[in-house]
């Protein structure tokens, strides 16, 4: 499917994980597993479509707070979607805060953007991600190297950024769907694309 304007740098909020999985009848826990394929849909779509930049949401800080065994699991989601990522072309940045004992030592090496592949579409993934950090880390800007947003995309009809990158977020379209992460179409993907094309682009409307 060709667009005449394609965003350069697209944020996702796969939201609805454990939703999906009550309503399945699985523990809330299980929904994080059944999130990764959707992920490799969506990034197989931006590539495809020429975007630059890939923004998605891994967990946050506030989600550490979760019951031991929700918190086991979307640790292990987001290395198993590294691993997964590694064997395919990218240059992965994991933005998160990675001195706390929260955020995974496998993806420690990543803190830094790693090229995979051929490399390509910037893809970033934020792990452990706290908007507070971000902003008063002690260095500036943590996420300093991610550019701005122009299109965020959020699964699971909450209509909330959840902290998501406040500073790159701060001129983004933001289009809600109210079908669960796991429930992912190419169809849904491209609802939001449209809608951004018609979106007026002037500052002030």
């Known amino acids: ?84 990522l590694s064997q395919r072309d990218a240059e992965l940045l994991v933005m998160g805060n990675d001195k706390s004992p929260c955020f995974p030592e496998e993806l420690r090496p990543f803190i830094r953007r790693t090229k995979f592949g051929k490399g390509g579409m910037k893809v970033n993934f934020l792990v452990n991600y706290g908007w507070d950090w971000d ?35 701060v001129y983004a379209d933001i289009y809600v769907l109210d079908e669960f992460w796991p429930e992912f179409t190419e169809e849904q993907f491209y609802r939001g694309i449209s809608w951004y094309q018609g979106q007026d682009k002037t500052l002030g409307g």
């Open 135 to 169: 902003l008063m880390n002690e260095n500036g800007l943590a996420s300093r190297e991610i550019s701005r947003i122009d299109l965020i995309m959020r699964w699971g009809g909450m209509r909330r950024l959840s902290g998501f990158l406040p500073v790159q977020s």
């Open 1 to 84: 499917m060709k667009f005449k304007r394609v965003p350069k740098h697209i944020g996702v909020i796969p939201d609805g994980n454990r939703r999906w999985a009550v309503n399945c009848g699985l523990e809330k826990k299980d929904g994080y597993q059944h999130g990764i394929h959707p992920g490799f849909k969506l990034y197989e779509l931006c590539k495809d479509m020429g975007v630059e930049e890939l923004t998605l949401y891994g967990f946050t800080v506030d989600n550490t707070k979760r019951p031991s065994e929700q918190k086991k699991a979307f640790q292990q989601a987001c290395v198993d979607a590294v691993l997964e």
